[in-house]
């Protein structure tokens, strides 16, 4: 099988980032503030915290973006609110040509958009879409691999788009954010979206970056204080921006290695191993025979998460065994026998390749 994983940042350049985010929050908070727990409530003259307005202004700085808005819901609500922000019932979106993840599917139905294919991997294939298309209004792009082939690049397919038609681009960069260089919005995309929970933040909220126009939107419609992220919240999400980096980085630097020394045949059980993003950039191994769910029944025992929480949240420290995505045993069913997914999370390489090694003999 071939993957295409995305670049992760080194660990020297997701240490960069934390500076940033750090030189960031000293621009916009006194130093007193960012001892607090923050404000609460709907502060008149801006009706939300103070605190977030100002997490917000940091946010929007990190990423080179015009304007940032937090909201309830996680990465799901974020990529909802984005749609609505740019689109209208009964509007025409594109999509790449893959299965759509769940509750983004869910909110194309809500929101009554008609969703338009094409395959991202071919650019020619985008141009001819939106040009057959003219009545497209937007366009989804989500940042991580959708399918095992996938292997698009989102400069290029937002160069690509803003080349033919003068519509909004939203991505989903859940699973993305702050492990690759450039987030949506730093290719040229309108409006990135986020889980501030899948960078060590708090549950439930989630992060708009992008276009002021587009923001400004949702800003006047979340004018309950029930919506609104409360300052301790806020605080929270700057919190998990400046630590998630370089756990990320050393994660992915933990992937490599444990690719590496599986297939030098380290574990003789081991057939091969290789990245991808599926979503979140993971480990998979195949073994040579169909011992996967096995495997998994031992690993639990040796201490691994038999499962994930918000992948890669602030709560997943030990290295998370679990069975492939949906989509890879759509592509090859009887993968599920002899393949597994592991997410290092915040574990070392040889702690990885203990359990994997634990497991097996327990099974074999």
Same mark, same amino acid.
């Given at each position: 099988m071939q993957t295409y994983p995305l670049q992760s940042m080194s660990v020297e350049e997701a240490a960069m980032l934390q500076? %940033? +985010? /750090?030189?960031?929050?000293? $621009? +916009?908070? *006194?130093?007193? *503030?960012?001892? !607090? &727990?923050?404000?609460?409530?709907? +502060?008149?003259?801006?009706?939300?915290? /103070? !605190?977030? &307005? $100002?997490? *917000?202004?940091v946010i929007a700085e990190v990423f080179g973006a015009e304007a940032c808005i937090l909201v309830r819901g996680a990465g799901s609500a974020a990529i909802r609110f984005g749609l609505h922000s740019m689109m209208r019932p009964g509007d025409r979106l594109l999509v790449h040509r893959a299965p759509i993840y769940n509750t983004t599917a869910a909110s194309l139905e809500m929101m009554g958009i008609e969703a338009v294919e094409a395959d991202f991997n071919d650019s020619e294939e985008i141009r001819r879409v939106l040009t057959d298309n003219p009545d497209i209004k937007g366009v989804l792009v989500q940042y991580t691999r959708q399918l095992p082939e996938d292997r698009y690049d989102m400069h290029e397919v937002v160069r690509v788009i803003k080349q033919i038609a003068d519509i909004p681009v939203l991505t989903d960069d859940n699973y993305a954010a702050m492990k690759v260089k450039d987030i949506g919005v730093q290719c040229g995309a309108d409006?990135?979206?986020?889980?501030?929970? $899948?960078? @060590?933040?708090p549950e439930g909220v989630g992060v708009i970056v992008g276009k002021q126009e587009l923001i400004g939107r949702l800003v006047k419609e979340s004018y309950s204080g029930g919506m609104q992220v409360q300052g301790h919240e806020a605080l929270n999400v700057l919190r998990g921006m400046v630590y998630a980096p370089v756990s990320l980085a050393l994660s992915a630097r933990v992937n490599e290695e444990c690719v590496r020394r599986l297939n030098s045949g380290e574990i003789p059980a081991? $057939? %091969?191993a290789f990245l991808a993003n599926a %979503?979140?950039?993971v480990l998979l191994v195949e073994f040579r025979e169909n011992i996967a769910e096995r495997v998994l029944e031992e690993a639990e025992k040796s201490g691994a998460a038999p499962n994930p929480v918000g992948a890669e949240s602030k709560y997943e420290l030990v290295p998370m065994f679990y069975r492939i995505s949906g989509t890879f045993r759509k592509a090859d069913p009887e993968l599920e026998h002899r393949m597994i997914r592991i997410n290092p999370m &915040?574990?070392?390489?040889?702690? /990885? @390749?203990r359990i994997i090694k634990e497991s097996v003999e327990r099974v074999v």
């Open positions: 500076f %940033q +985010v /750090v030189d960031c929050i000293t $621009k +916009v908070f *006194e130093g007193h *503030e960012s001892l !607090t &727990r923050g404000d609460l409530g709907v +502060v008149m003259g801006i009706n939300m915290p /103070v !605190t977030t &307005r $100002k997490a *917000e202004k409006l990135s979206c986020f889980s501030a929970f $899948k960078l @060590l933040g081991v $057939k %091969q %979503q979140s950039k &915040r574990a070392g390489a040889d702690t /990885v @390749l």
